[in-house]
């Protein structure tokens, strides 16, 4: 079998199974599935950007809650539909911005310019309270989570958006990388300084690695708002911009799969330990540091050191 | 024969705070030569070749290529109009395999099947082709700067800039390298860092020598190795 052909057969096969395990999952598990599909699309837009591209945003909750408040904010005049458009080209314009902005930086400096927009939204989500109800946030009633006929808020409709969602980022990653502009940000992640040198617009291909990765961190927030009914501050919070960072460190960075099992794995760890005791944060801590410590590259990446090379 | 001009500085300098690295450059480069750029350490070589290709920004000067002005355009556009450039300090895409470091060079002209056919073919030539599937970090250094020919190559440059290209290579190598470059000569034209004198008299057809960021001398091989300051400057030395 060729790389290309094993590689879809494995991707392909992840998607089958996860549509499959809803009909087995029970009901509470069935619910944390569906909320890891969308934070995996989420740290698959990250993974973009941090994995591929090799820049380190602390900043990515920002395109999220641009998706989220983007979709619901609006889904009261315009409709579920629209709104979700809306969220995602919201949050696809402000990764044009703060990308040409951001990337006049690099290394450190782009990690805290990053940080500080996604702060700055922070802030504005919260002086604009009356609109968006700051910290406390604002449900989504449920008349409006309505997509054509599709009730968004039973569980196994939400399930299926969630992993359709999931499916369509999936399948982007897995595009990017077979393709030229794929390889040329791995590239550029690599050793800038030759890709420049070969004869590569560096700064409009990582510009572009922007754009792409927030437009997918806007649509998880979009439909992580719509599926879930909530929109609130917190998810603009510099935690949710940490959060996407652990798990593709976790599943492994510049792998497709790595941000599903990153995300999987934590979402799972942290419940797993607070069943246990108390003090789950801890558990979950030393499991994260026995990680980082002994699978350096993420679980994925240790996958494709170890057994599967041709792991994209 | 009337040479056409394929690149021309005037009066190109790069001043480090006070040091003048490269001072009034008045070169000329025509279409189909290999061109030997010799001089002392610190002579200013790699700023100069720097300021060809865009990496360096210059303190005063201009560049054409093909007679048009490109000191104003950056380095990815100059690369784009035919320039190829091998750096001094070997650099390669070390994680990734051998193929793919010369495919991402062909992939900017090339698409599809015709990429690795290039690739492979450029491989051959500098004889690496049986390393296609290693990573490139994994190979000795003087094949990683023969790989970095191979990429060199494959962009079917006007123009090859290579910087100290035999440092590190066995003496087989540095063989195979001279009739490398011998054999470019109705391709592309070339400009050629080089401190081993022996490469440099055997394939340069003319030969520019630097000293304190300024042309000392300019001719033919022979002519060089009489030229008195050149020898005093550089060869007597060495
Ligand atoms: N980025 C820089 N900042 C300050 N000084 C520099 C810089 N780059 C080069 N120089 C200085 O400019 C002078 C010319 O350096 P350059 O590297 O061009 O010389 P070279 O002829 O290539 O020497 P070598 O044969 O050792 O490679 C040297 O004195 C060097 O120390
Ligand atoms: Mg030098």
Known sequence: ?312 | MAAVSLLETRGLSKHFAGLRAVEGVDFTLPEGEVRALIGPNGAGKTTFVGMLCGRIAPSSGTVAFEGRDISHLPAHRRIGLGMAYTFQITSIFARLPVLENVALAARRRLKGAAVTRASLAALERVGLADRADQIAGDLSYGHQRLLEIAMGLVQAPRLLILDEPTQGLADSEIADFKALVRGLVVETTVLLIEHNMNVVMETADRITVLNFGEVLAEGTPAEIRANGAVQAAYLGTG
Request: with cysteine; net charge positive; charged share 10%.
């Open chain 1, 1 to 312: 079998m060729s790389d290309l052909r094993k590689s879809l057969v494995l991707h392909g096969g992840v998607l089958v199974l996860l549509f499959g395990l809803q009909f087995v999952l029970p009901a509470y598990h069935h619910g944390v599935v569906a909320r890891v599909m969308v934070m995996a699309s989420y740290a698959i837009g990250y993974n973009v950007l941090f994995g591929y591209t090799g820049l380190l945003s602390l900043g990515h909750a920002m395109f999220f809650a641009a998706g989220m408040y983007g979709m619901g904010l609006t889904v009261g005049v315009l409709g579920t539909a629209p709104a979700l458009a809306f969220g995602v080209v919201a949050g696809a314009l402000l990764a044009a911005v703060v990308g040409a902005l951001a990337l006049r930086t690099a290394g450190v400096a782009f990690m805290i310019v990053t940080l500080m927009f996604a702060q700055a939204g922070y802030l504005t989500i919260l002086y604009f309270g009356t609109y968006t109800r700051g910290d406390e946030g604002f449900v989504i009633p449920q008349a409006q989570r309505v997509l054509g006929a599709v009730d968004l808020s039973d569980p196994a409709n939400r399930y299926f958006a969630a992993l359709a969602l999931f499916a369509l980022c999936l399948m982007v990653s897995l595009r990017l990388v077979h393709t030229s502009f794929g390889r040329v940000l791995i590239a550029i992640r690599e050793n800038e300084e030759r890709a420049r040198m070969l004869g590569y617009n560096v700064f409009a291909r990582k510009w572009a690695a922007v754009v792409i990765s927030g437009t997918l961190s806007a649509a998880a927030g979009a439909f992580y708002g719509l599926l879930f009914g909530y929109a609130g501050a917190s998810f603009a919070g510099v935690q949710y911009s940490i959060f996407p960072l652990l798990w593709v460190l976790l599943g492994g960075a510049g792998t497709v799969l790595g941000p599903l099992v990153g995300t999987l794995f934590m979402f799972y760890l942290i419940d797993l330990s607070s069943g246990v005791t108390s003090a789950y944060m801890l558990i979950a801590g030393v499991a994260l540091v026995l990680l980082t410590l002994f699978a350096q590259q993420g679980l994925m990446g240790e996958v494709r050191a170890r057994v599967w090379r041709w792991l994209p």
